[in-house]
């Protein structure tokens, strides 16, 4: 079973930055994507960014150039970093192993002066 802890979330100011972490067990974590979703209060929640296997990455029109997603496999670890904070990146921010269906419990983000 997949398992998958976030971390890195907190309270920043406007134009700050933040670097959320997605430890993964449970599977090989090499061979799949991944991804970061976030829901804002009464909101759905919504694609962030993603990485493929082979390190290609892709990225939600309102975070290109804001936000970088990474991997270290040797970590089973995924990241997410965040810079130029708006108060409307003010979600909880979830990772994902595209292939399954498990999330983890999310990472509060809060920008805000």
């Known amino acids: 079973q997949v398992q998958l802890v976030e971390s890195g979330g907190g309270l920043v100011q406007p134009g700050g930055s933040l670097k959320l972490s997605c430890v993964a067990s449970?599977?090989?974590?090499?061979?799949?994507?991944m991804a970061w979703y976030r829901q804002a209060p009464g909101k759905q929640r919504e694609w962030v960014a993603q990485?493929?296997?082979?390190?290609?990455?892709y990225y939600e029109d309102s975070v290109k150039g804001r936000f970088t997603i990474s991997r270290d496999n040797a970590k089973n670890t995924g990241y997410l970093q965040m810079n130029s904070l708006k108060p409307e990146d003010t979600a909880i921010y979830y990772c994902?192993?595209?292939?399954?269906?498990?999330w983890g419990l999310g990472t509060q983000v809060t920008v805000s002066s």
């Open positions: 994902k192993i595209l292939s399954f269906g498990s």
């Open positions: 449970g599977t090989i974590f090499s061979r799949y994507a």
């Open positions: 990485i493929t296997s082979g390190f290609i990455t």
